[in-house]
């Protein structure tokens, strides 16, 4: 086998503890609403939709039809949410698919009932109200009248209603608001049974039990074993990191004081040192700010990195290790005997947020899995 040069290794065991660990501290009306848009947050979404379904999972949100396509190739059965806009033309994909598309607008609601009414086949909507996000859904003060029209739609059912929170963390008087908006919503209207009802996602999931108008729950970062951020009141939640982010050592040489490291000649060294070269850079979704105030671990020690990230090599200080050989394996993501470098943290020094730097690890980078089950 070829040798890896940059890696994450996702445990699979890990993500079915933390499913389960998610599951049991939410109130038991709740649904789990398992959200692996953007190939399940850079962890591959077969490999995670399938450990899902062994874990219980029945019901999963992508953000648009080719990701619902790509959950479809597993198998049939459950229903897949479509976050995203329904672009014209998909409407065509939407009967006898299972796939729930969200519906914002009077527009989309028309074009999907045309298709519908030509192939004469009802399909499940979820309509989605915009409470204060100012993105998708529809604007809560004009909720009812797109409401009243899917009622008087033959072809259209209604599966559900969901909102969006723009700040549940920072914000929680706001969140509020939104949550108030769509209760009153909720309560103005004779609504059908057994609708879906959700607006809470990984960073508000906490103390649902309060608020009995929601029935289920959009979970996607927490599900990896990452909280939104150091002010989430999940820690409590026991659950664990899924996916480490690994490189290796491509060179090691000394250099003497003063010489200029990587482009820019920014960074100089301020003493003869040992330097190491690792086999991943921003070509592999190591974003170059991670490069201020990043390390990584190398035989359980916190090594800084030096000079400019780039796209195919970091270079890190190792003056500090007596030992240290080409081709040993660098932790980017992850933990060593008492070393550690969350993602949370990872995302903070690289002025990002977890979920954005998920996204960034490129295709270069090979996945591998651990604890698949037997
Ligand atoms: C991505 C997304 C989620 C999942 O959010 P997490 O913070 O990752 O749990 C839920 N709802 C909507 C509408 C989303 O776009």
């Known amino acids: 086998m070829i040798p890896l040069r940059a890696w994450t290794e996702i445990d699979l065991s890990a993500y079915e503890r933390n499913l389960k660990n998610i599951k049991n501290a939410l109130p038991k009306h709740l649904e789990f609403v398992s959200v692996v848009k953007a190939d399940a947050y850079g962890h591959g979404l077969p490999q995670i939709v399938e450990r899902s379904l062994q874990s219980g999972i029945k019901a999963f949100a992508v953000a648009n039809i080719h990701e619902a396509f790509e959950i479809r190739n597993i198998g049939v059965g459950w229903p897949i949410l479509l976050l995203g806009a329904l672009l014209p033309g998909e409407e065509h994909f939407i009967p006898n698919s299972d796939f729930i598309p969200t519906i914002s607008s009077i527009e989309e609601l028309h074009r999907l009932n045309r298709v519908c009414e030509a192939v004469n086949t009802s399909v499940y909507i979820y309509l989605e109200v915009d409470t204060g996000m100012g993105r998708l ?41 939104q949550r108030q908006r769509m209760e009153a919503l909720l309560n103005s209207q004779p609504l059908p049974k057994n609708l879906k009802i959700h607006a809470d996602n990984s960073a508000s999931f906490w103390d649902l039990h309060k608020y009995p108008a929601f029935n289920a729950v959009r979970i996607g970062l927490l ?152």
């Not at 059912?157 to 008087?173: A, K, M, Q, R, V």
Request: proline share 4%.
């Open 137 to 177: 859904g529809i604007w809560y003060e004009d909720f009812t009248e797109c409401f009243n029209l899917v009622q008087s739609m033959n072809f259209i059912n209604l599966s559900g209603i969901y909102t969006h929170f723009s700040d549940p963390i920072n914000d929680p008087e706001f969140t509020l608001l």
């Open 223 to 374: 599900q990896y074993g990452v909280l939104s951020n150091e002010k989430s009141n999940l820690g409590k939640l026991n659950i664990s990191p899924t996916l480490s982010f690994y490189t290796k050592i491509g060179l090691i040489k000394k250099l003497p004081k003063g010489t200029s490291i990587s482009y820019g000649r920014k960074y100089i060294l301020k003493k003869d040192s040992k330097i190491a070269i690792l086999t991943a850079g921003y070509g592999d979704g190591i974003p170059i700010a991670y490069g201020e105030k990043g390390s990584v671990i190398i035989r359980d020690q916190l090594c800084p990195i030096i000079g400019q990230i780039t796209m195919d090599q970091i270079i890190v200080d190792v003056t500090e290790l007596d030992v240290v050989e080409t081709g040993e394996t660098a932790i980017l993501i992850g933990a060593s005997k008492t070393q550690t470098i969350s993602l949370e943290l990872f995302s903070e020094r690289s002025k990002t947020i977890p979920w954005e730097i998920l996204c960034s690890i490129t295709k270069r980078v090979n996945r591998t899995y651990i604890n698949p089950r037997g």
